[in-house]
């Protein structure tokens, strides 16, 4: 279990800061939110709140590299992919493990620190499922990642809880309002885990990790991506359309983003990795746009 060269400063190679970035942003939109509702969050519990996402999250970007080691042998480097670290250092595999279920462990532990500061104990909850989530995502027996159910975790967790925890920070639980809310950002969830998927799709195939892209191909994948882009650019304005701060105009214009990288990628019709890739990331790239977009005007209009 020893990092051997480099000393455990090598672990940081596994954290996808895309990815903490997205969850950051999927808080504080959720956050927003509750405010806009009527909440007033102490400082405390937004913080305490937001160490309870990030653990969780960062611990399961550990899980997943050391229980794909295996499978991840034959896939190629991705803008948005991991570091494939484990790879070529079986060594350093004990070591993730045990960082995952310590970062897990430092995630419940902030739970507690949230309720006594005030947060309620519906972040409890959210973060027992949310940390179990990522656990079943790629552990064995399990593996909801190869029994395609991976979408959908990956969908609840950024679409849904991610935010929620934002909610429940500002507003002391979810509401029925949030649901609503929250029904766009679970489609572009959707959407974000066939993007990430997309490039590995020969690799995936070889480990028998049959999440949807493996078993139906990037053709119709990449199509998938587009109907559900569309039905969230209609979905937000629709839903989002009274929030205080934002237009229905405005949710249009960043509803079209992913819409129109999702278009492109279907008349591309990448077969190839390395095209595949540049699509993928391209529409990761427009669901960031979206959320630091919602932030940003939520922020500004506040």
């Known amino acids: 279990m020893s990092a051997g060269t480099g000393g455990w400063l090598v672990y940081l190679r ?6 903490v970035l997205g969850g950051l942003l999927g808080y504080c939109l959720g956050a927003l939110l509750g405010i806009r509702a009527g909440g007033r969050p102490e400082p405390a519990v937004l913080v305490a709140c937001y160490m309870v ?15 794909d080691a295996e499978g991840d042998a034959g896939s190629l480097p991705k803008t948005f992919g991991g570091s494939n670290l484990l790879v070529g250092r079986p060594d350093l595999r004990g070591g993730a493990l045990a ?4 970062l897990s462990v430092a995630s419940l532990g902030f739970v507690l620190v949230s309720v006594l500061a005030g947060a309620g104990t519906q972040i409890a909850v959210l973060a027992v499922a949310a940390n179990l989530l990522g656990i079943l995502y790629s ?9 395609g159910l991976g979408e959908a975790s990956i969908a609840v967790g ?3 809880m991610i935010p929620a925890a934002g909610y429940i920070a500002a507003a002391g639980g979810v509401s029925e309002r949030f649901l609503v809310l929250s029904a766009p950002l ?3 969830g959707f959407c974000l885990s066939l993007s990430l998927e997309a490039p590995d799709m020969e690799a995936d195939r070889i480990a028998g990790k049959l999440n949807l892209v493996a078993r139906w191909g990037r053709e119709a994948s990449t199509k998938l991506v587009a109907a559900a882009s569309a039905a969230a650019a ?3 304005p629709y839903f989002w359309g009274d929030v205080s701060g934002l237009s229905g105009a405005t949710l249009t214009v960043l509803g079209a983003f992913p819409l129109a990288a999702a278009a492109f990628a279907v008349l591309s019709r990448a077969e190839d990795h390395k095209p595949a890739d540049r699509l993928s990331s391209a529409y990761i790239v427009s669901l960031l746009v979206v959320l630091a ?3 940003g005007l939520l922020a500004v209009s506040g």
């Open 14 to 19: 596994l954290i996808r800061p895309p990815i």
């Open 53 to 67: 996402v990030v653990l969780g999250d960062v611990s399961t970007h550990f899980s997943n590299a050391y229980y």
């Open 99 to 102: 960082a995952s279920r310590l």
């Open 139 to 147: 552990a064995p027996p399990v593996r909801l990642v190869s029994r």
């Open 158 to 160: 950024t679409g849904f």
């Open 186 to 188: 679970v489609i572009l």
């Open 234 to 236: 209609l979905a937000l």
């Open 293 to 295: 977009g919602l932030v």
